[in-house]
């Protein structure tokens, strides 16, 4: 009598393990799908990290240049004759594209109305950090930008 | 405790689980049956547990075992296909501009992406020999007569529909061979009265562009397995109409043979081992990559794909002996005929048929297996 | 034949001179009187042929015909229906109505310079006689007479200069090969018809143009064709063949690149001469600057001038130009320096650098193409690719200074890149085994399930018999 109930026990454990091995199918399935779905890093790749942001000599010093870049876009500004320096245009606050005010050298976001000097200080408003710089470089009259 | 039951009569102690209180769970379950995936019928009266139970252990015939599981192997090709294409799709871009890139990306930066869209490729390959091999036994054994007209008419189009849809999919990833291969299908498809206005109606034109391989993509994730889902819907709903085939010699009592069960863990090996060897193929043996589509650069060896080699050779092959009309007109009669056959060939039975077109067909086979040879020959060791 | 020809236009000409007569009313009576008889050829109308040959009493040589001066062999047939004698060619082109249409395509028509600019006589005249009779008629002009004819407006600067056309080439040709041979009384050399065209003379800068860049070589082997020729003794060997089997040559004719040099680019248009033998490294250096420093800086230069040998000649030929292929270095150095020598070990290890560099490329791009059909990412493979095949390209101006220690920078470089490229794209290649593994992975967990569900099989098998 005992002997069958633990008959019956172990064919029971069986049968649990034996569903439970069919059952790895459902999740390894599952998980395949899952890390397919799951984006790829579309991180830039070396050749795209460097930007092209035009020539030096069209532009003016104090003068800033607007580069569509991936969904990061870049302010490129002439500082002096030879120097030149890259911010993201991309508020620090909600994401929104800022705007050049040439006025007075600083960058104003039309969303919450930010500003931010031309080295990406914040001078007002709700964003808190500065914007992000990149660095930048002259190669030969060639605004070269790294991201 | 307060609650006392409303019905005044206390219903029978229930077997049913929670759930399938709420749900027909049998119901869903006898979707299998809709597709044949389940060669019997669910009571749907009955929880699913019994309902399955009851069906399982039914005798089945003899004659209902292997022959009729290359059509539900294609079934279930089909449903990885779609699966697998419904995977793709999250990630492809149907642009002229954007489609390599985009099946590149796939391929190399997805996880298990060059794993899905290998076994996306080998399994339509698979599928369309399935399909294919489905008429020739079809055929060979005269199963489309009496009664199973409908079988077999759905079974041609079915070839046929699948070929589109592996035809529109080439072009998907704009590669260099899938854009020629395209060109040079397009080339014998155009040939052929009525079939070819219809398919440059249907594609949009007769370049091929970005608007054109938009169009290309809808057809081949939403039309044409559409139809196909159709074709295969009305596969298994007159095979349960008519039954399955009785055996050649009718007077002979058709064998019972195992329970349905035992048919069902066979059914579930045989896909089990299609899927391994489909697996198998897509990691030792992948398709290799070709370069991106430019429309102005011919690659050599550009040819029509496998099926389309033997109407090719009917269109080319010995040039000056009939007019490209007549030989376009000769194909659409040659698929006509082999679609209306049941109407053709009035010999009674189920069984093997008029000998005559027996052997006729096979004739037409070896014919149609030499001028895809030949077809081969001519695009593509020249 | 040609008697035929001849004879069917003159009675052509007399014909149409009849029909304008007509027209003209008032001369009708006259020109009928002075127009020859149909069976007698007229005395100065010349036979087609003539137009490309000169006169037996010259005895030259004559180069063959220029492929492009074929086009209209049958003057009646390649006269146009509709076109009708133009106003500098006026009345000459009735008659001689072959070349009227050869010099309506040139550019001198366009300027209306006409037919008595070179040949004098009447141009307006309605009869033959008249015609040839007209003021200063010349006829055909001298050959020796031509370059002088041509330079009377060619060499007028005031002349030139709206066109923007040099006026110097006169000068030039009279010092070159073909203008001192010409004054020396060899009729043979080459005059500017033979190079620009006779009637037929286009603009350089035409495609159709015989002085075209790629219709040059052409143009001058119809006399330096070579091939032991009789016809065309101008050149010992076969330098037109040799040209067309060089890198110049097949980079020009077949790959049509422009910017590869014709003849004149190194024997000069006008003032044509071989280059000397210490010169040609100065011919070679106008395109090939940078060897030509580096074969400057060699022990090389000193001693094929001393032996007083053609510098890049040598080595590479004249007209059929070659490049040395990095693995046939020890072979072409092999004809002054025998192998054991330690000039020899040189070349030998020259070619090792750059034989070793190349073919570390190749594998390297081998196992990149590999891995795009995979495909893998490979856009930066391919980028420092291109900067190993930059740096092999570099090692080849400098082995001219036969010096390993000049070429062994660039070609350890396209060595390093190319193995580091093999190496990277090697191991992403073999970092692919997990797909193995996963595979078997997959069969093992696939047969394992297979075997459970046979032994379902197998119980159900067993209870539907013992039910039975
Ligand atoms: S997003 Fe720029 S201030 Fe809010």
Known sequence: MADETADQERRGFLKWLTAGFLALWAPAAGIMTASFLKPPEHGPRVGERMIRAGTLSSLAIGESRFVRHGLEPIFVVRLADQQVMAVSAVCTHMQCILHWNRDNSTFLCPCHDGVFDKTGNVLSGPPKKPLRQYSAEIRSDEIVVFT | MSDAPRDTQTPPPDSRSWLERRVNLTEIASLLTVFGLLPAELDTRKPLREALGEALSQPMSYYERWPRLLGLLAFVLFLLLGATGILLAFYYQPTADAAYPSVVAIARDVSFGSLVHQVHAWASILFLFLLAFRVIRFFSIGLYGRGREIIWMVGVLAFVVATFTDLTGRLLPWDARGYWTTIRAREVIDALPLIGPIVTFLVGGKGLDSLILTRFYVLHIGGFPFVLLILFYLHFASIRRVGVPLPLDAAQKPRVGRALRIAGIDMILLVLLMLGVLLTFAIIVPIPFDVQADPFATPPNAHAPWYLLAPHAVLEAVPGLLPRFVRGLLLDGLLAGFLFLPFLDRSPGTGARNRAFLAAGLALLVIWVLLTWQGWFLEVSR | MTAWRTM????????????????????????????????????????????????????????????????????????????????????????HSD???KFDKGIHKSEEIGCISCHGGNPDAITIAEAHRGSGYRGRPRRADIPALCGSCHSDVARMRPYQLPSDQFALYRTSAHGLALARGTMNAAVCTDCHGVHEIRPADDPLSMVARHNVPTTCGRCHGGNGDPARPATPGSPLADYKAGIHGHALLVGNNNAAPECANCHGSHATAQPGARDVDKVCGQCHGKVRSFFMSSPHRGAVRRGGHSDCAVCHGNHKTTRIAATAFEKTCDSCHKPGTPEGAVAGRIQTMLADASAQIDRARERVSRAEKIPLYVEDYQARLEDARTALMEAAPATHTVDTTAVEPHTRRARSIAAEVSREVDEKLKGRWWRYVGLGLFWFYLILTAAILLRWRRRAIARSTSVR
């Open chain 3, 99 to 101: 070349i009227r249409v």
């Open chain 3, 8 to 95: 069917g236009r003159s009675a052509f000409a007399t014909a149409i001179v009849a029909a304008l007569a007509w027209t003209h009313g008032a001369h009708a009576q006259d020109s009928t009187k002075t127009a020859p008889a149909p069976d007698a050829p007229a005395p100065a109308a010349p036979s087609p042929a003539a137009t490309s040959a000169t006169p037996v009493a010259e005895k030259v040589v004559l180069p063959p015909p220029s492929p492009l001066h074929e086009r209209a062999s049958h003057p009646l047939a390649a006269v146009p229906t509709d076109s009708k004698p133009t106003k500098t060619t006026r009345m000459c082109g009735v008659c």
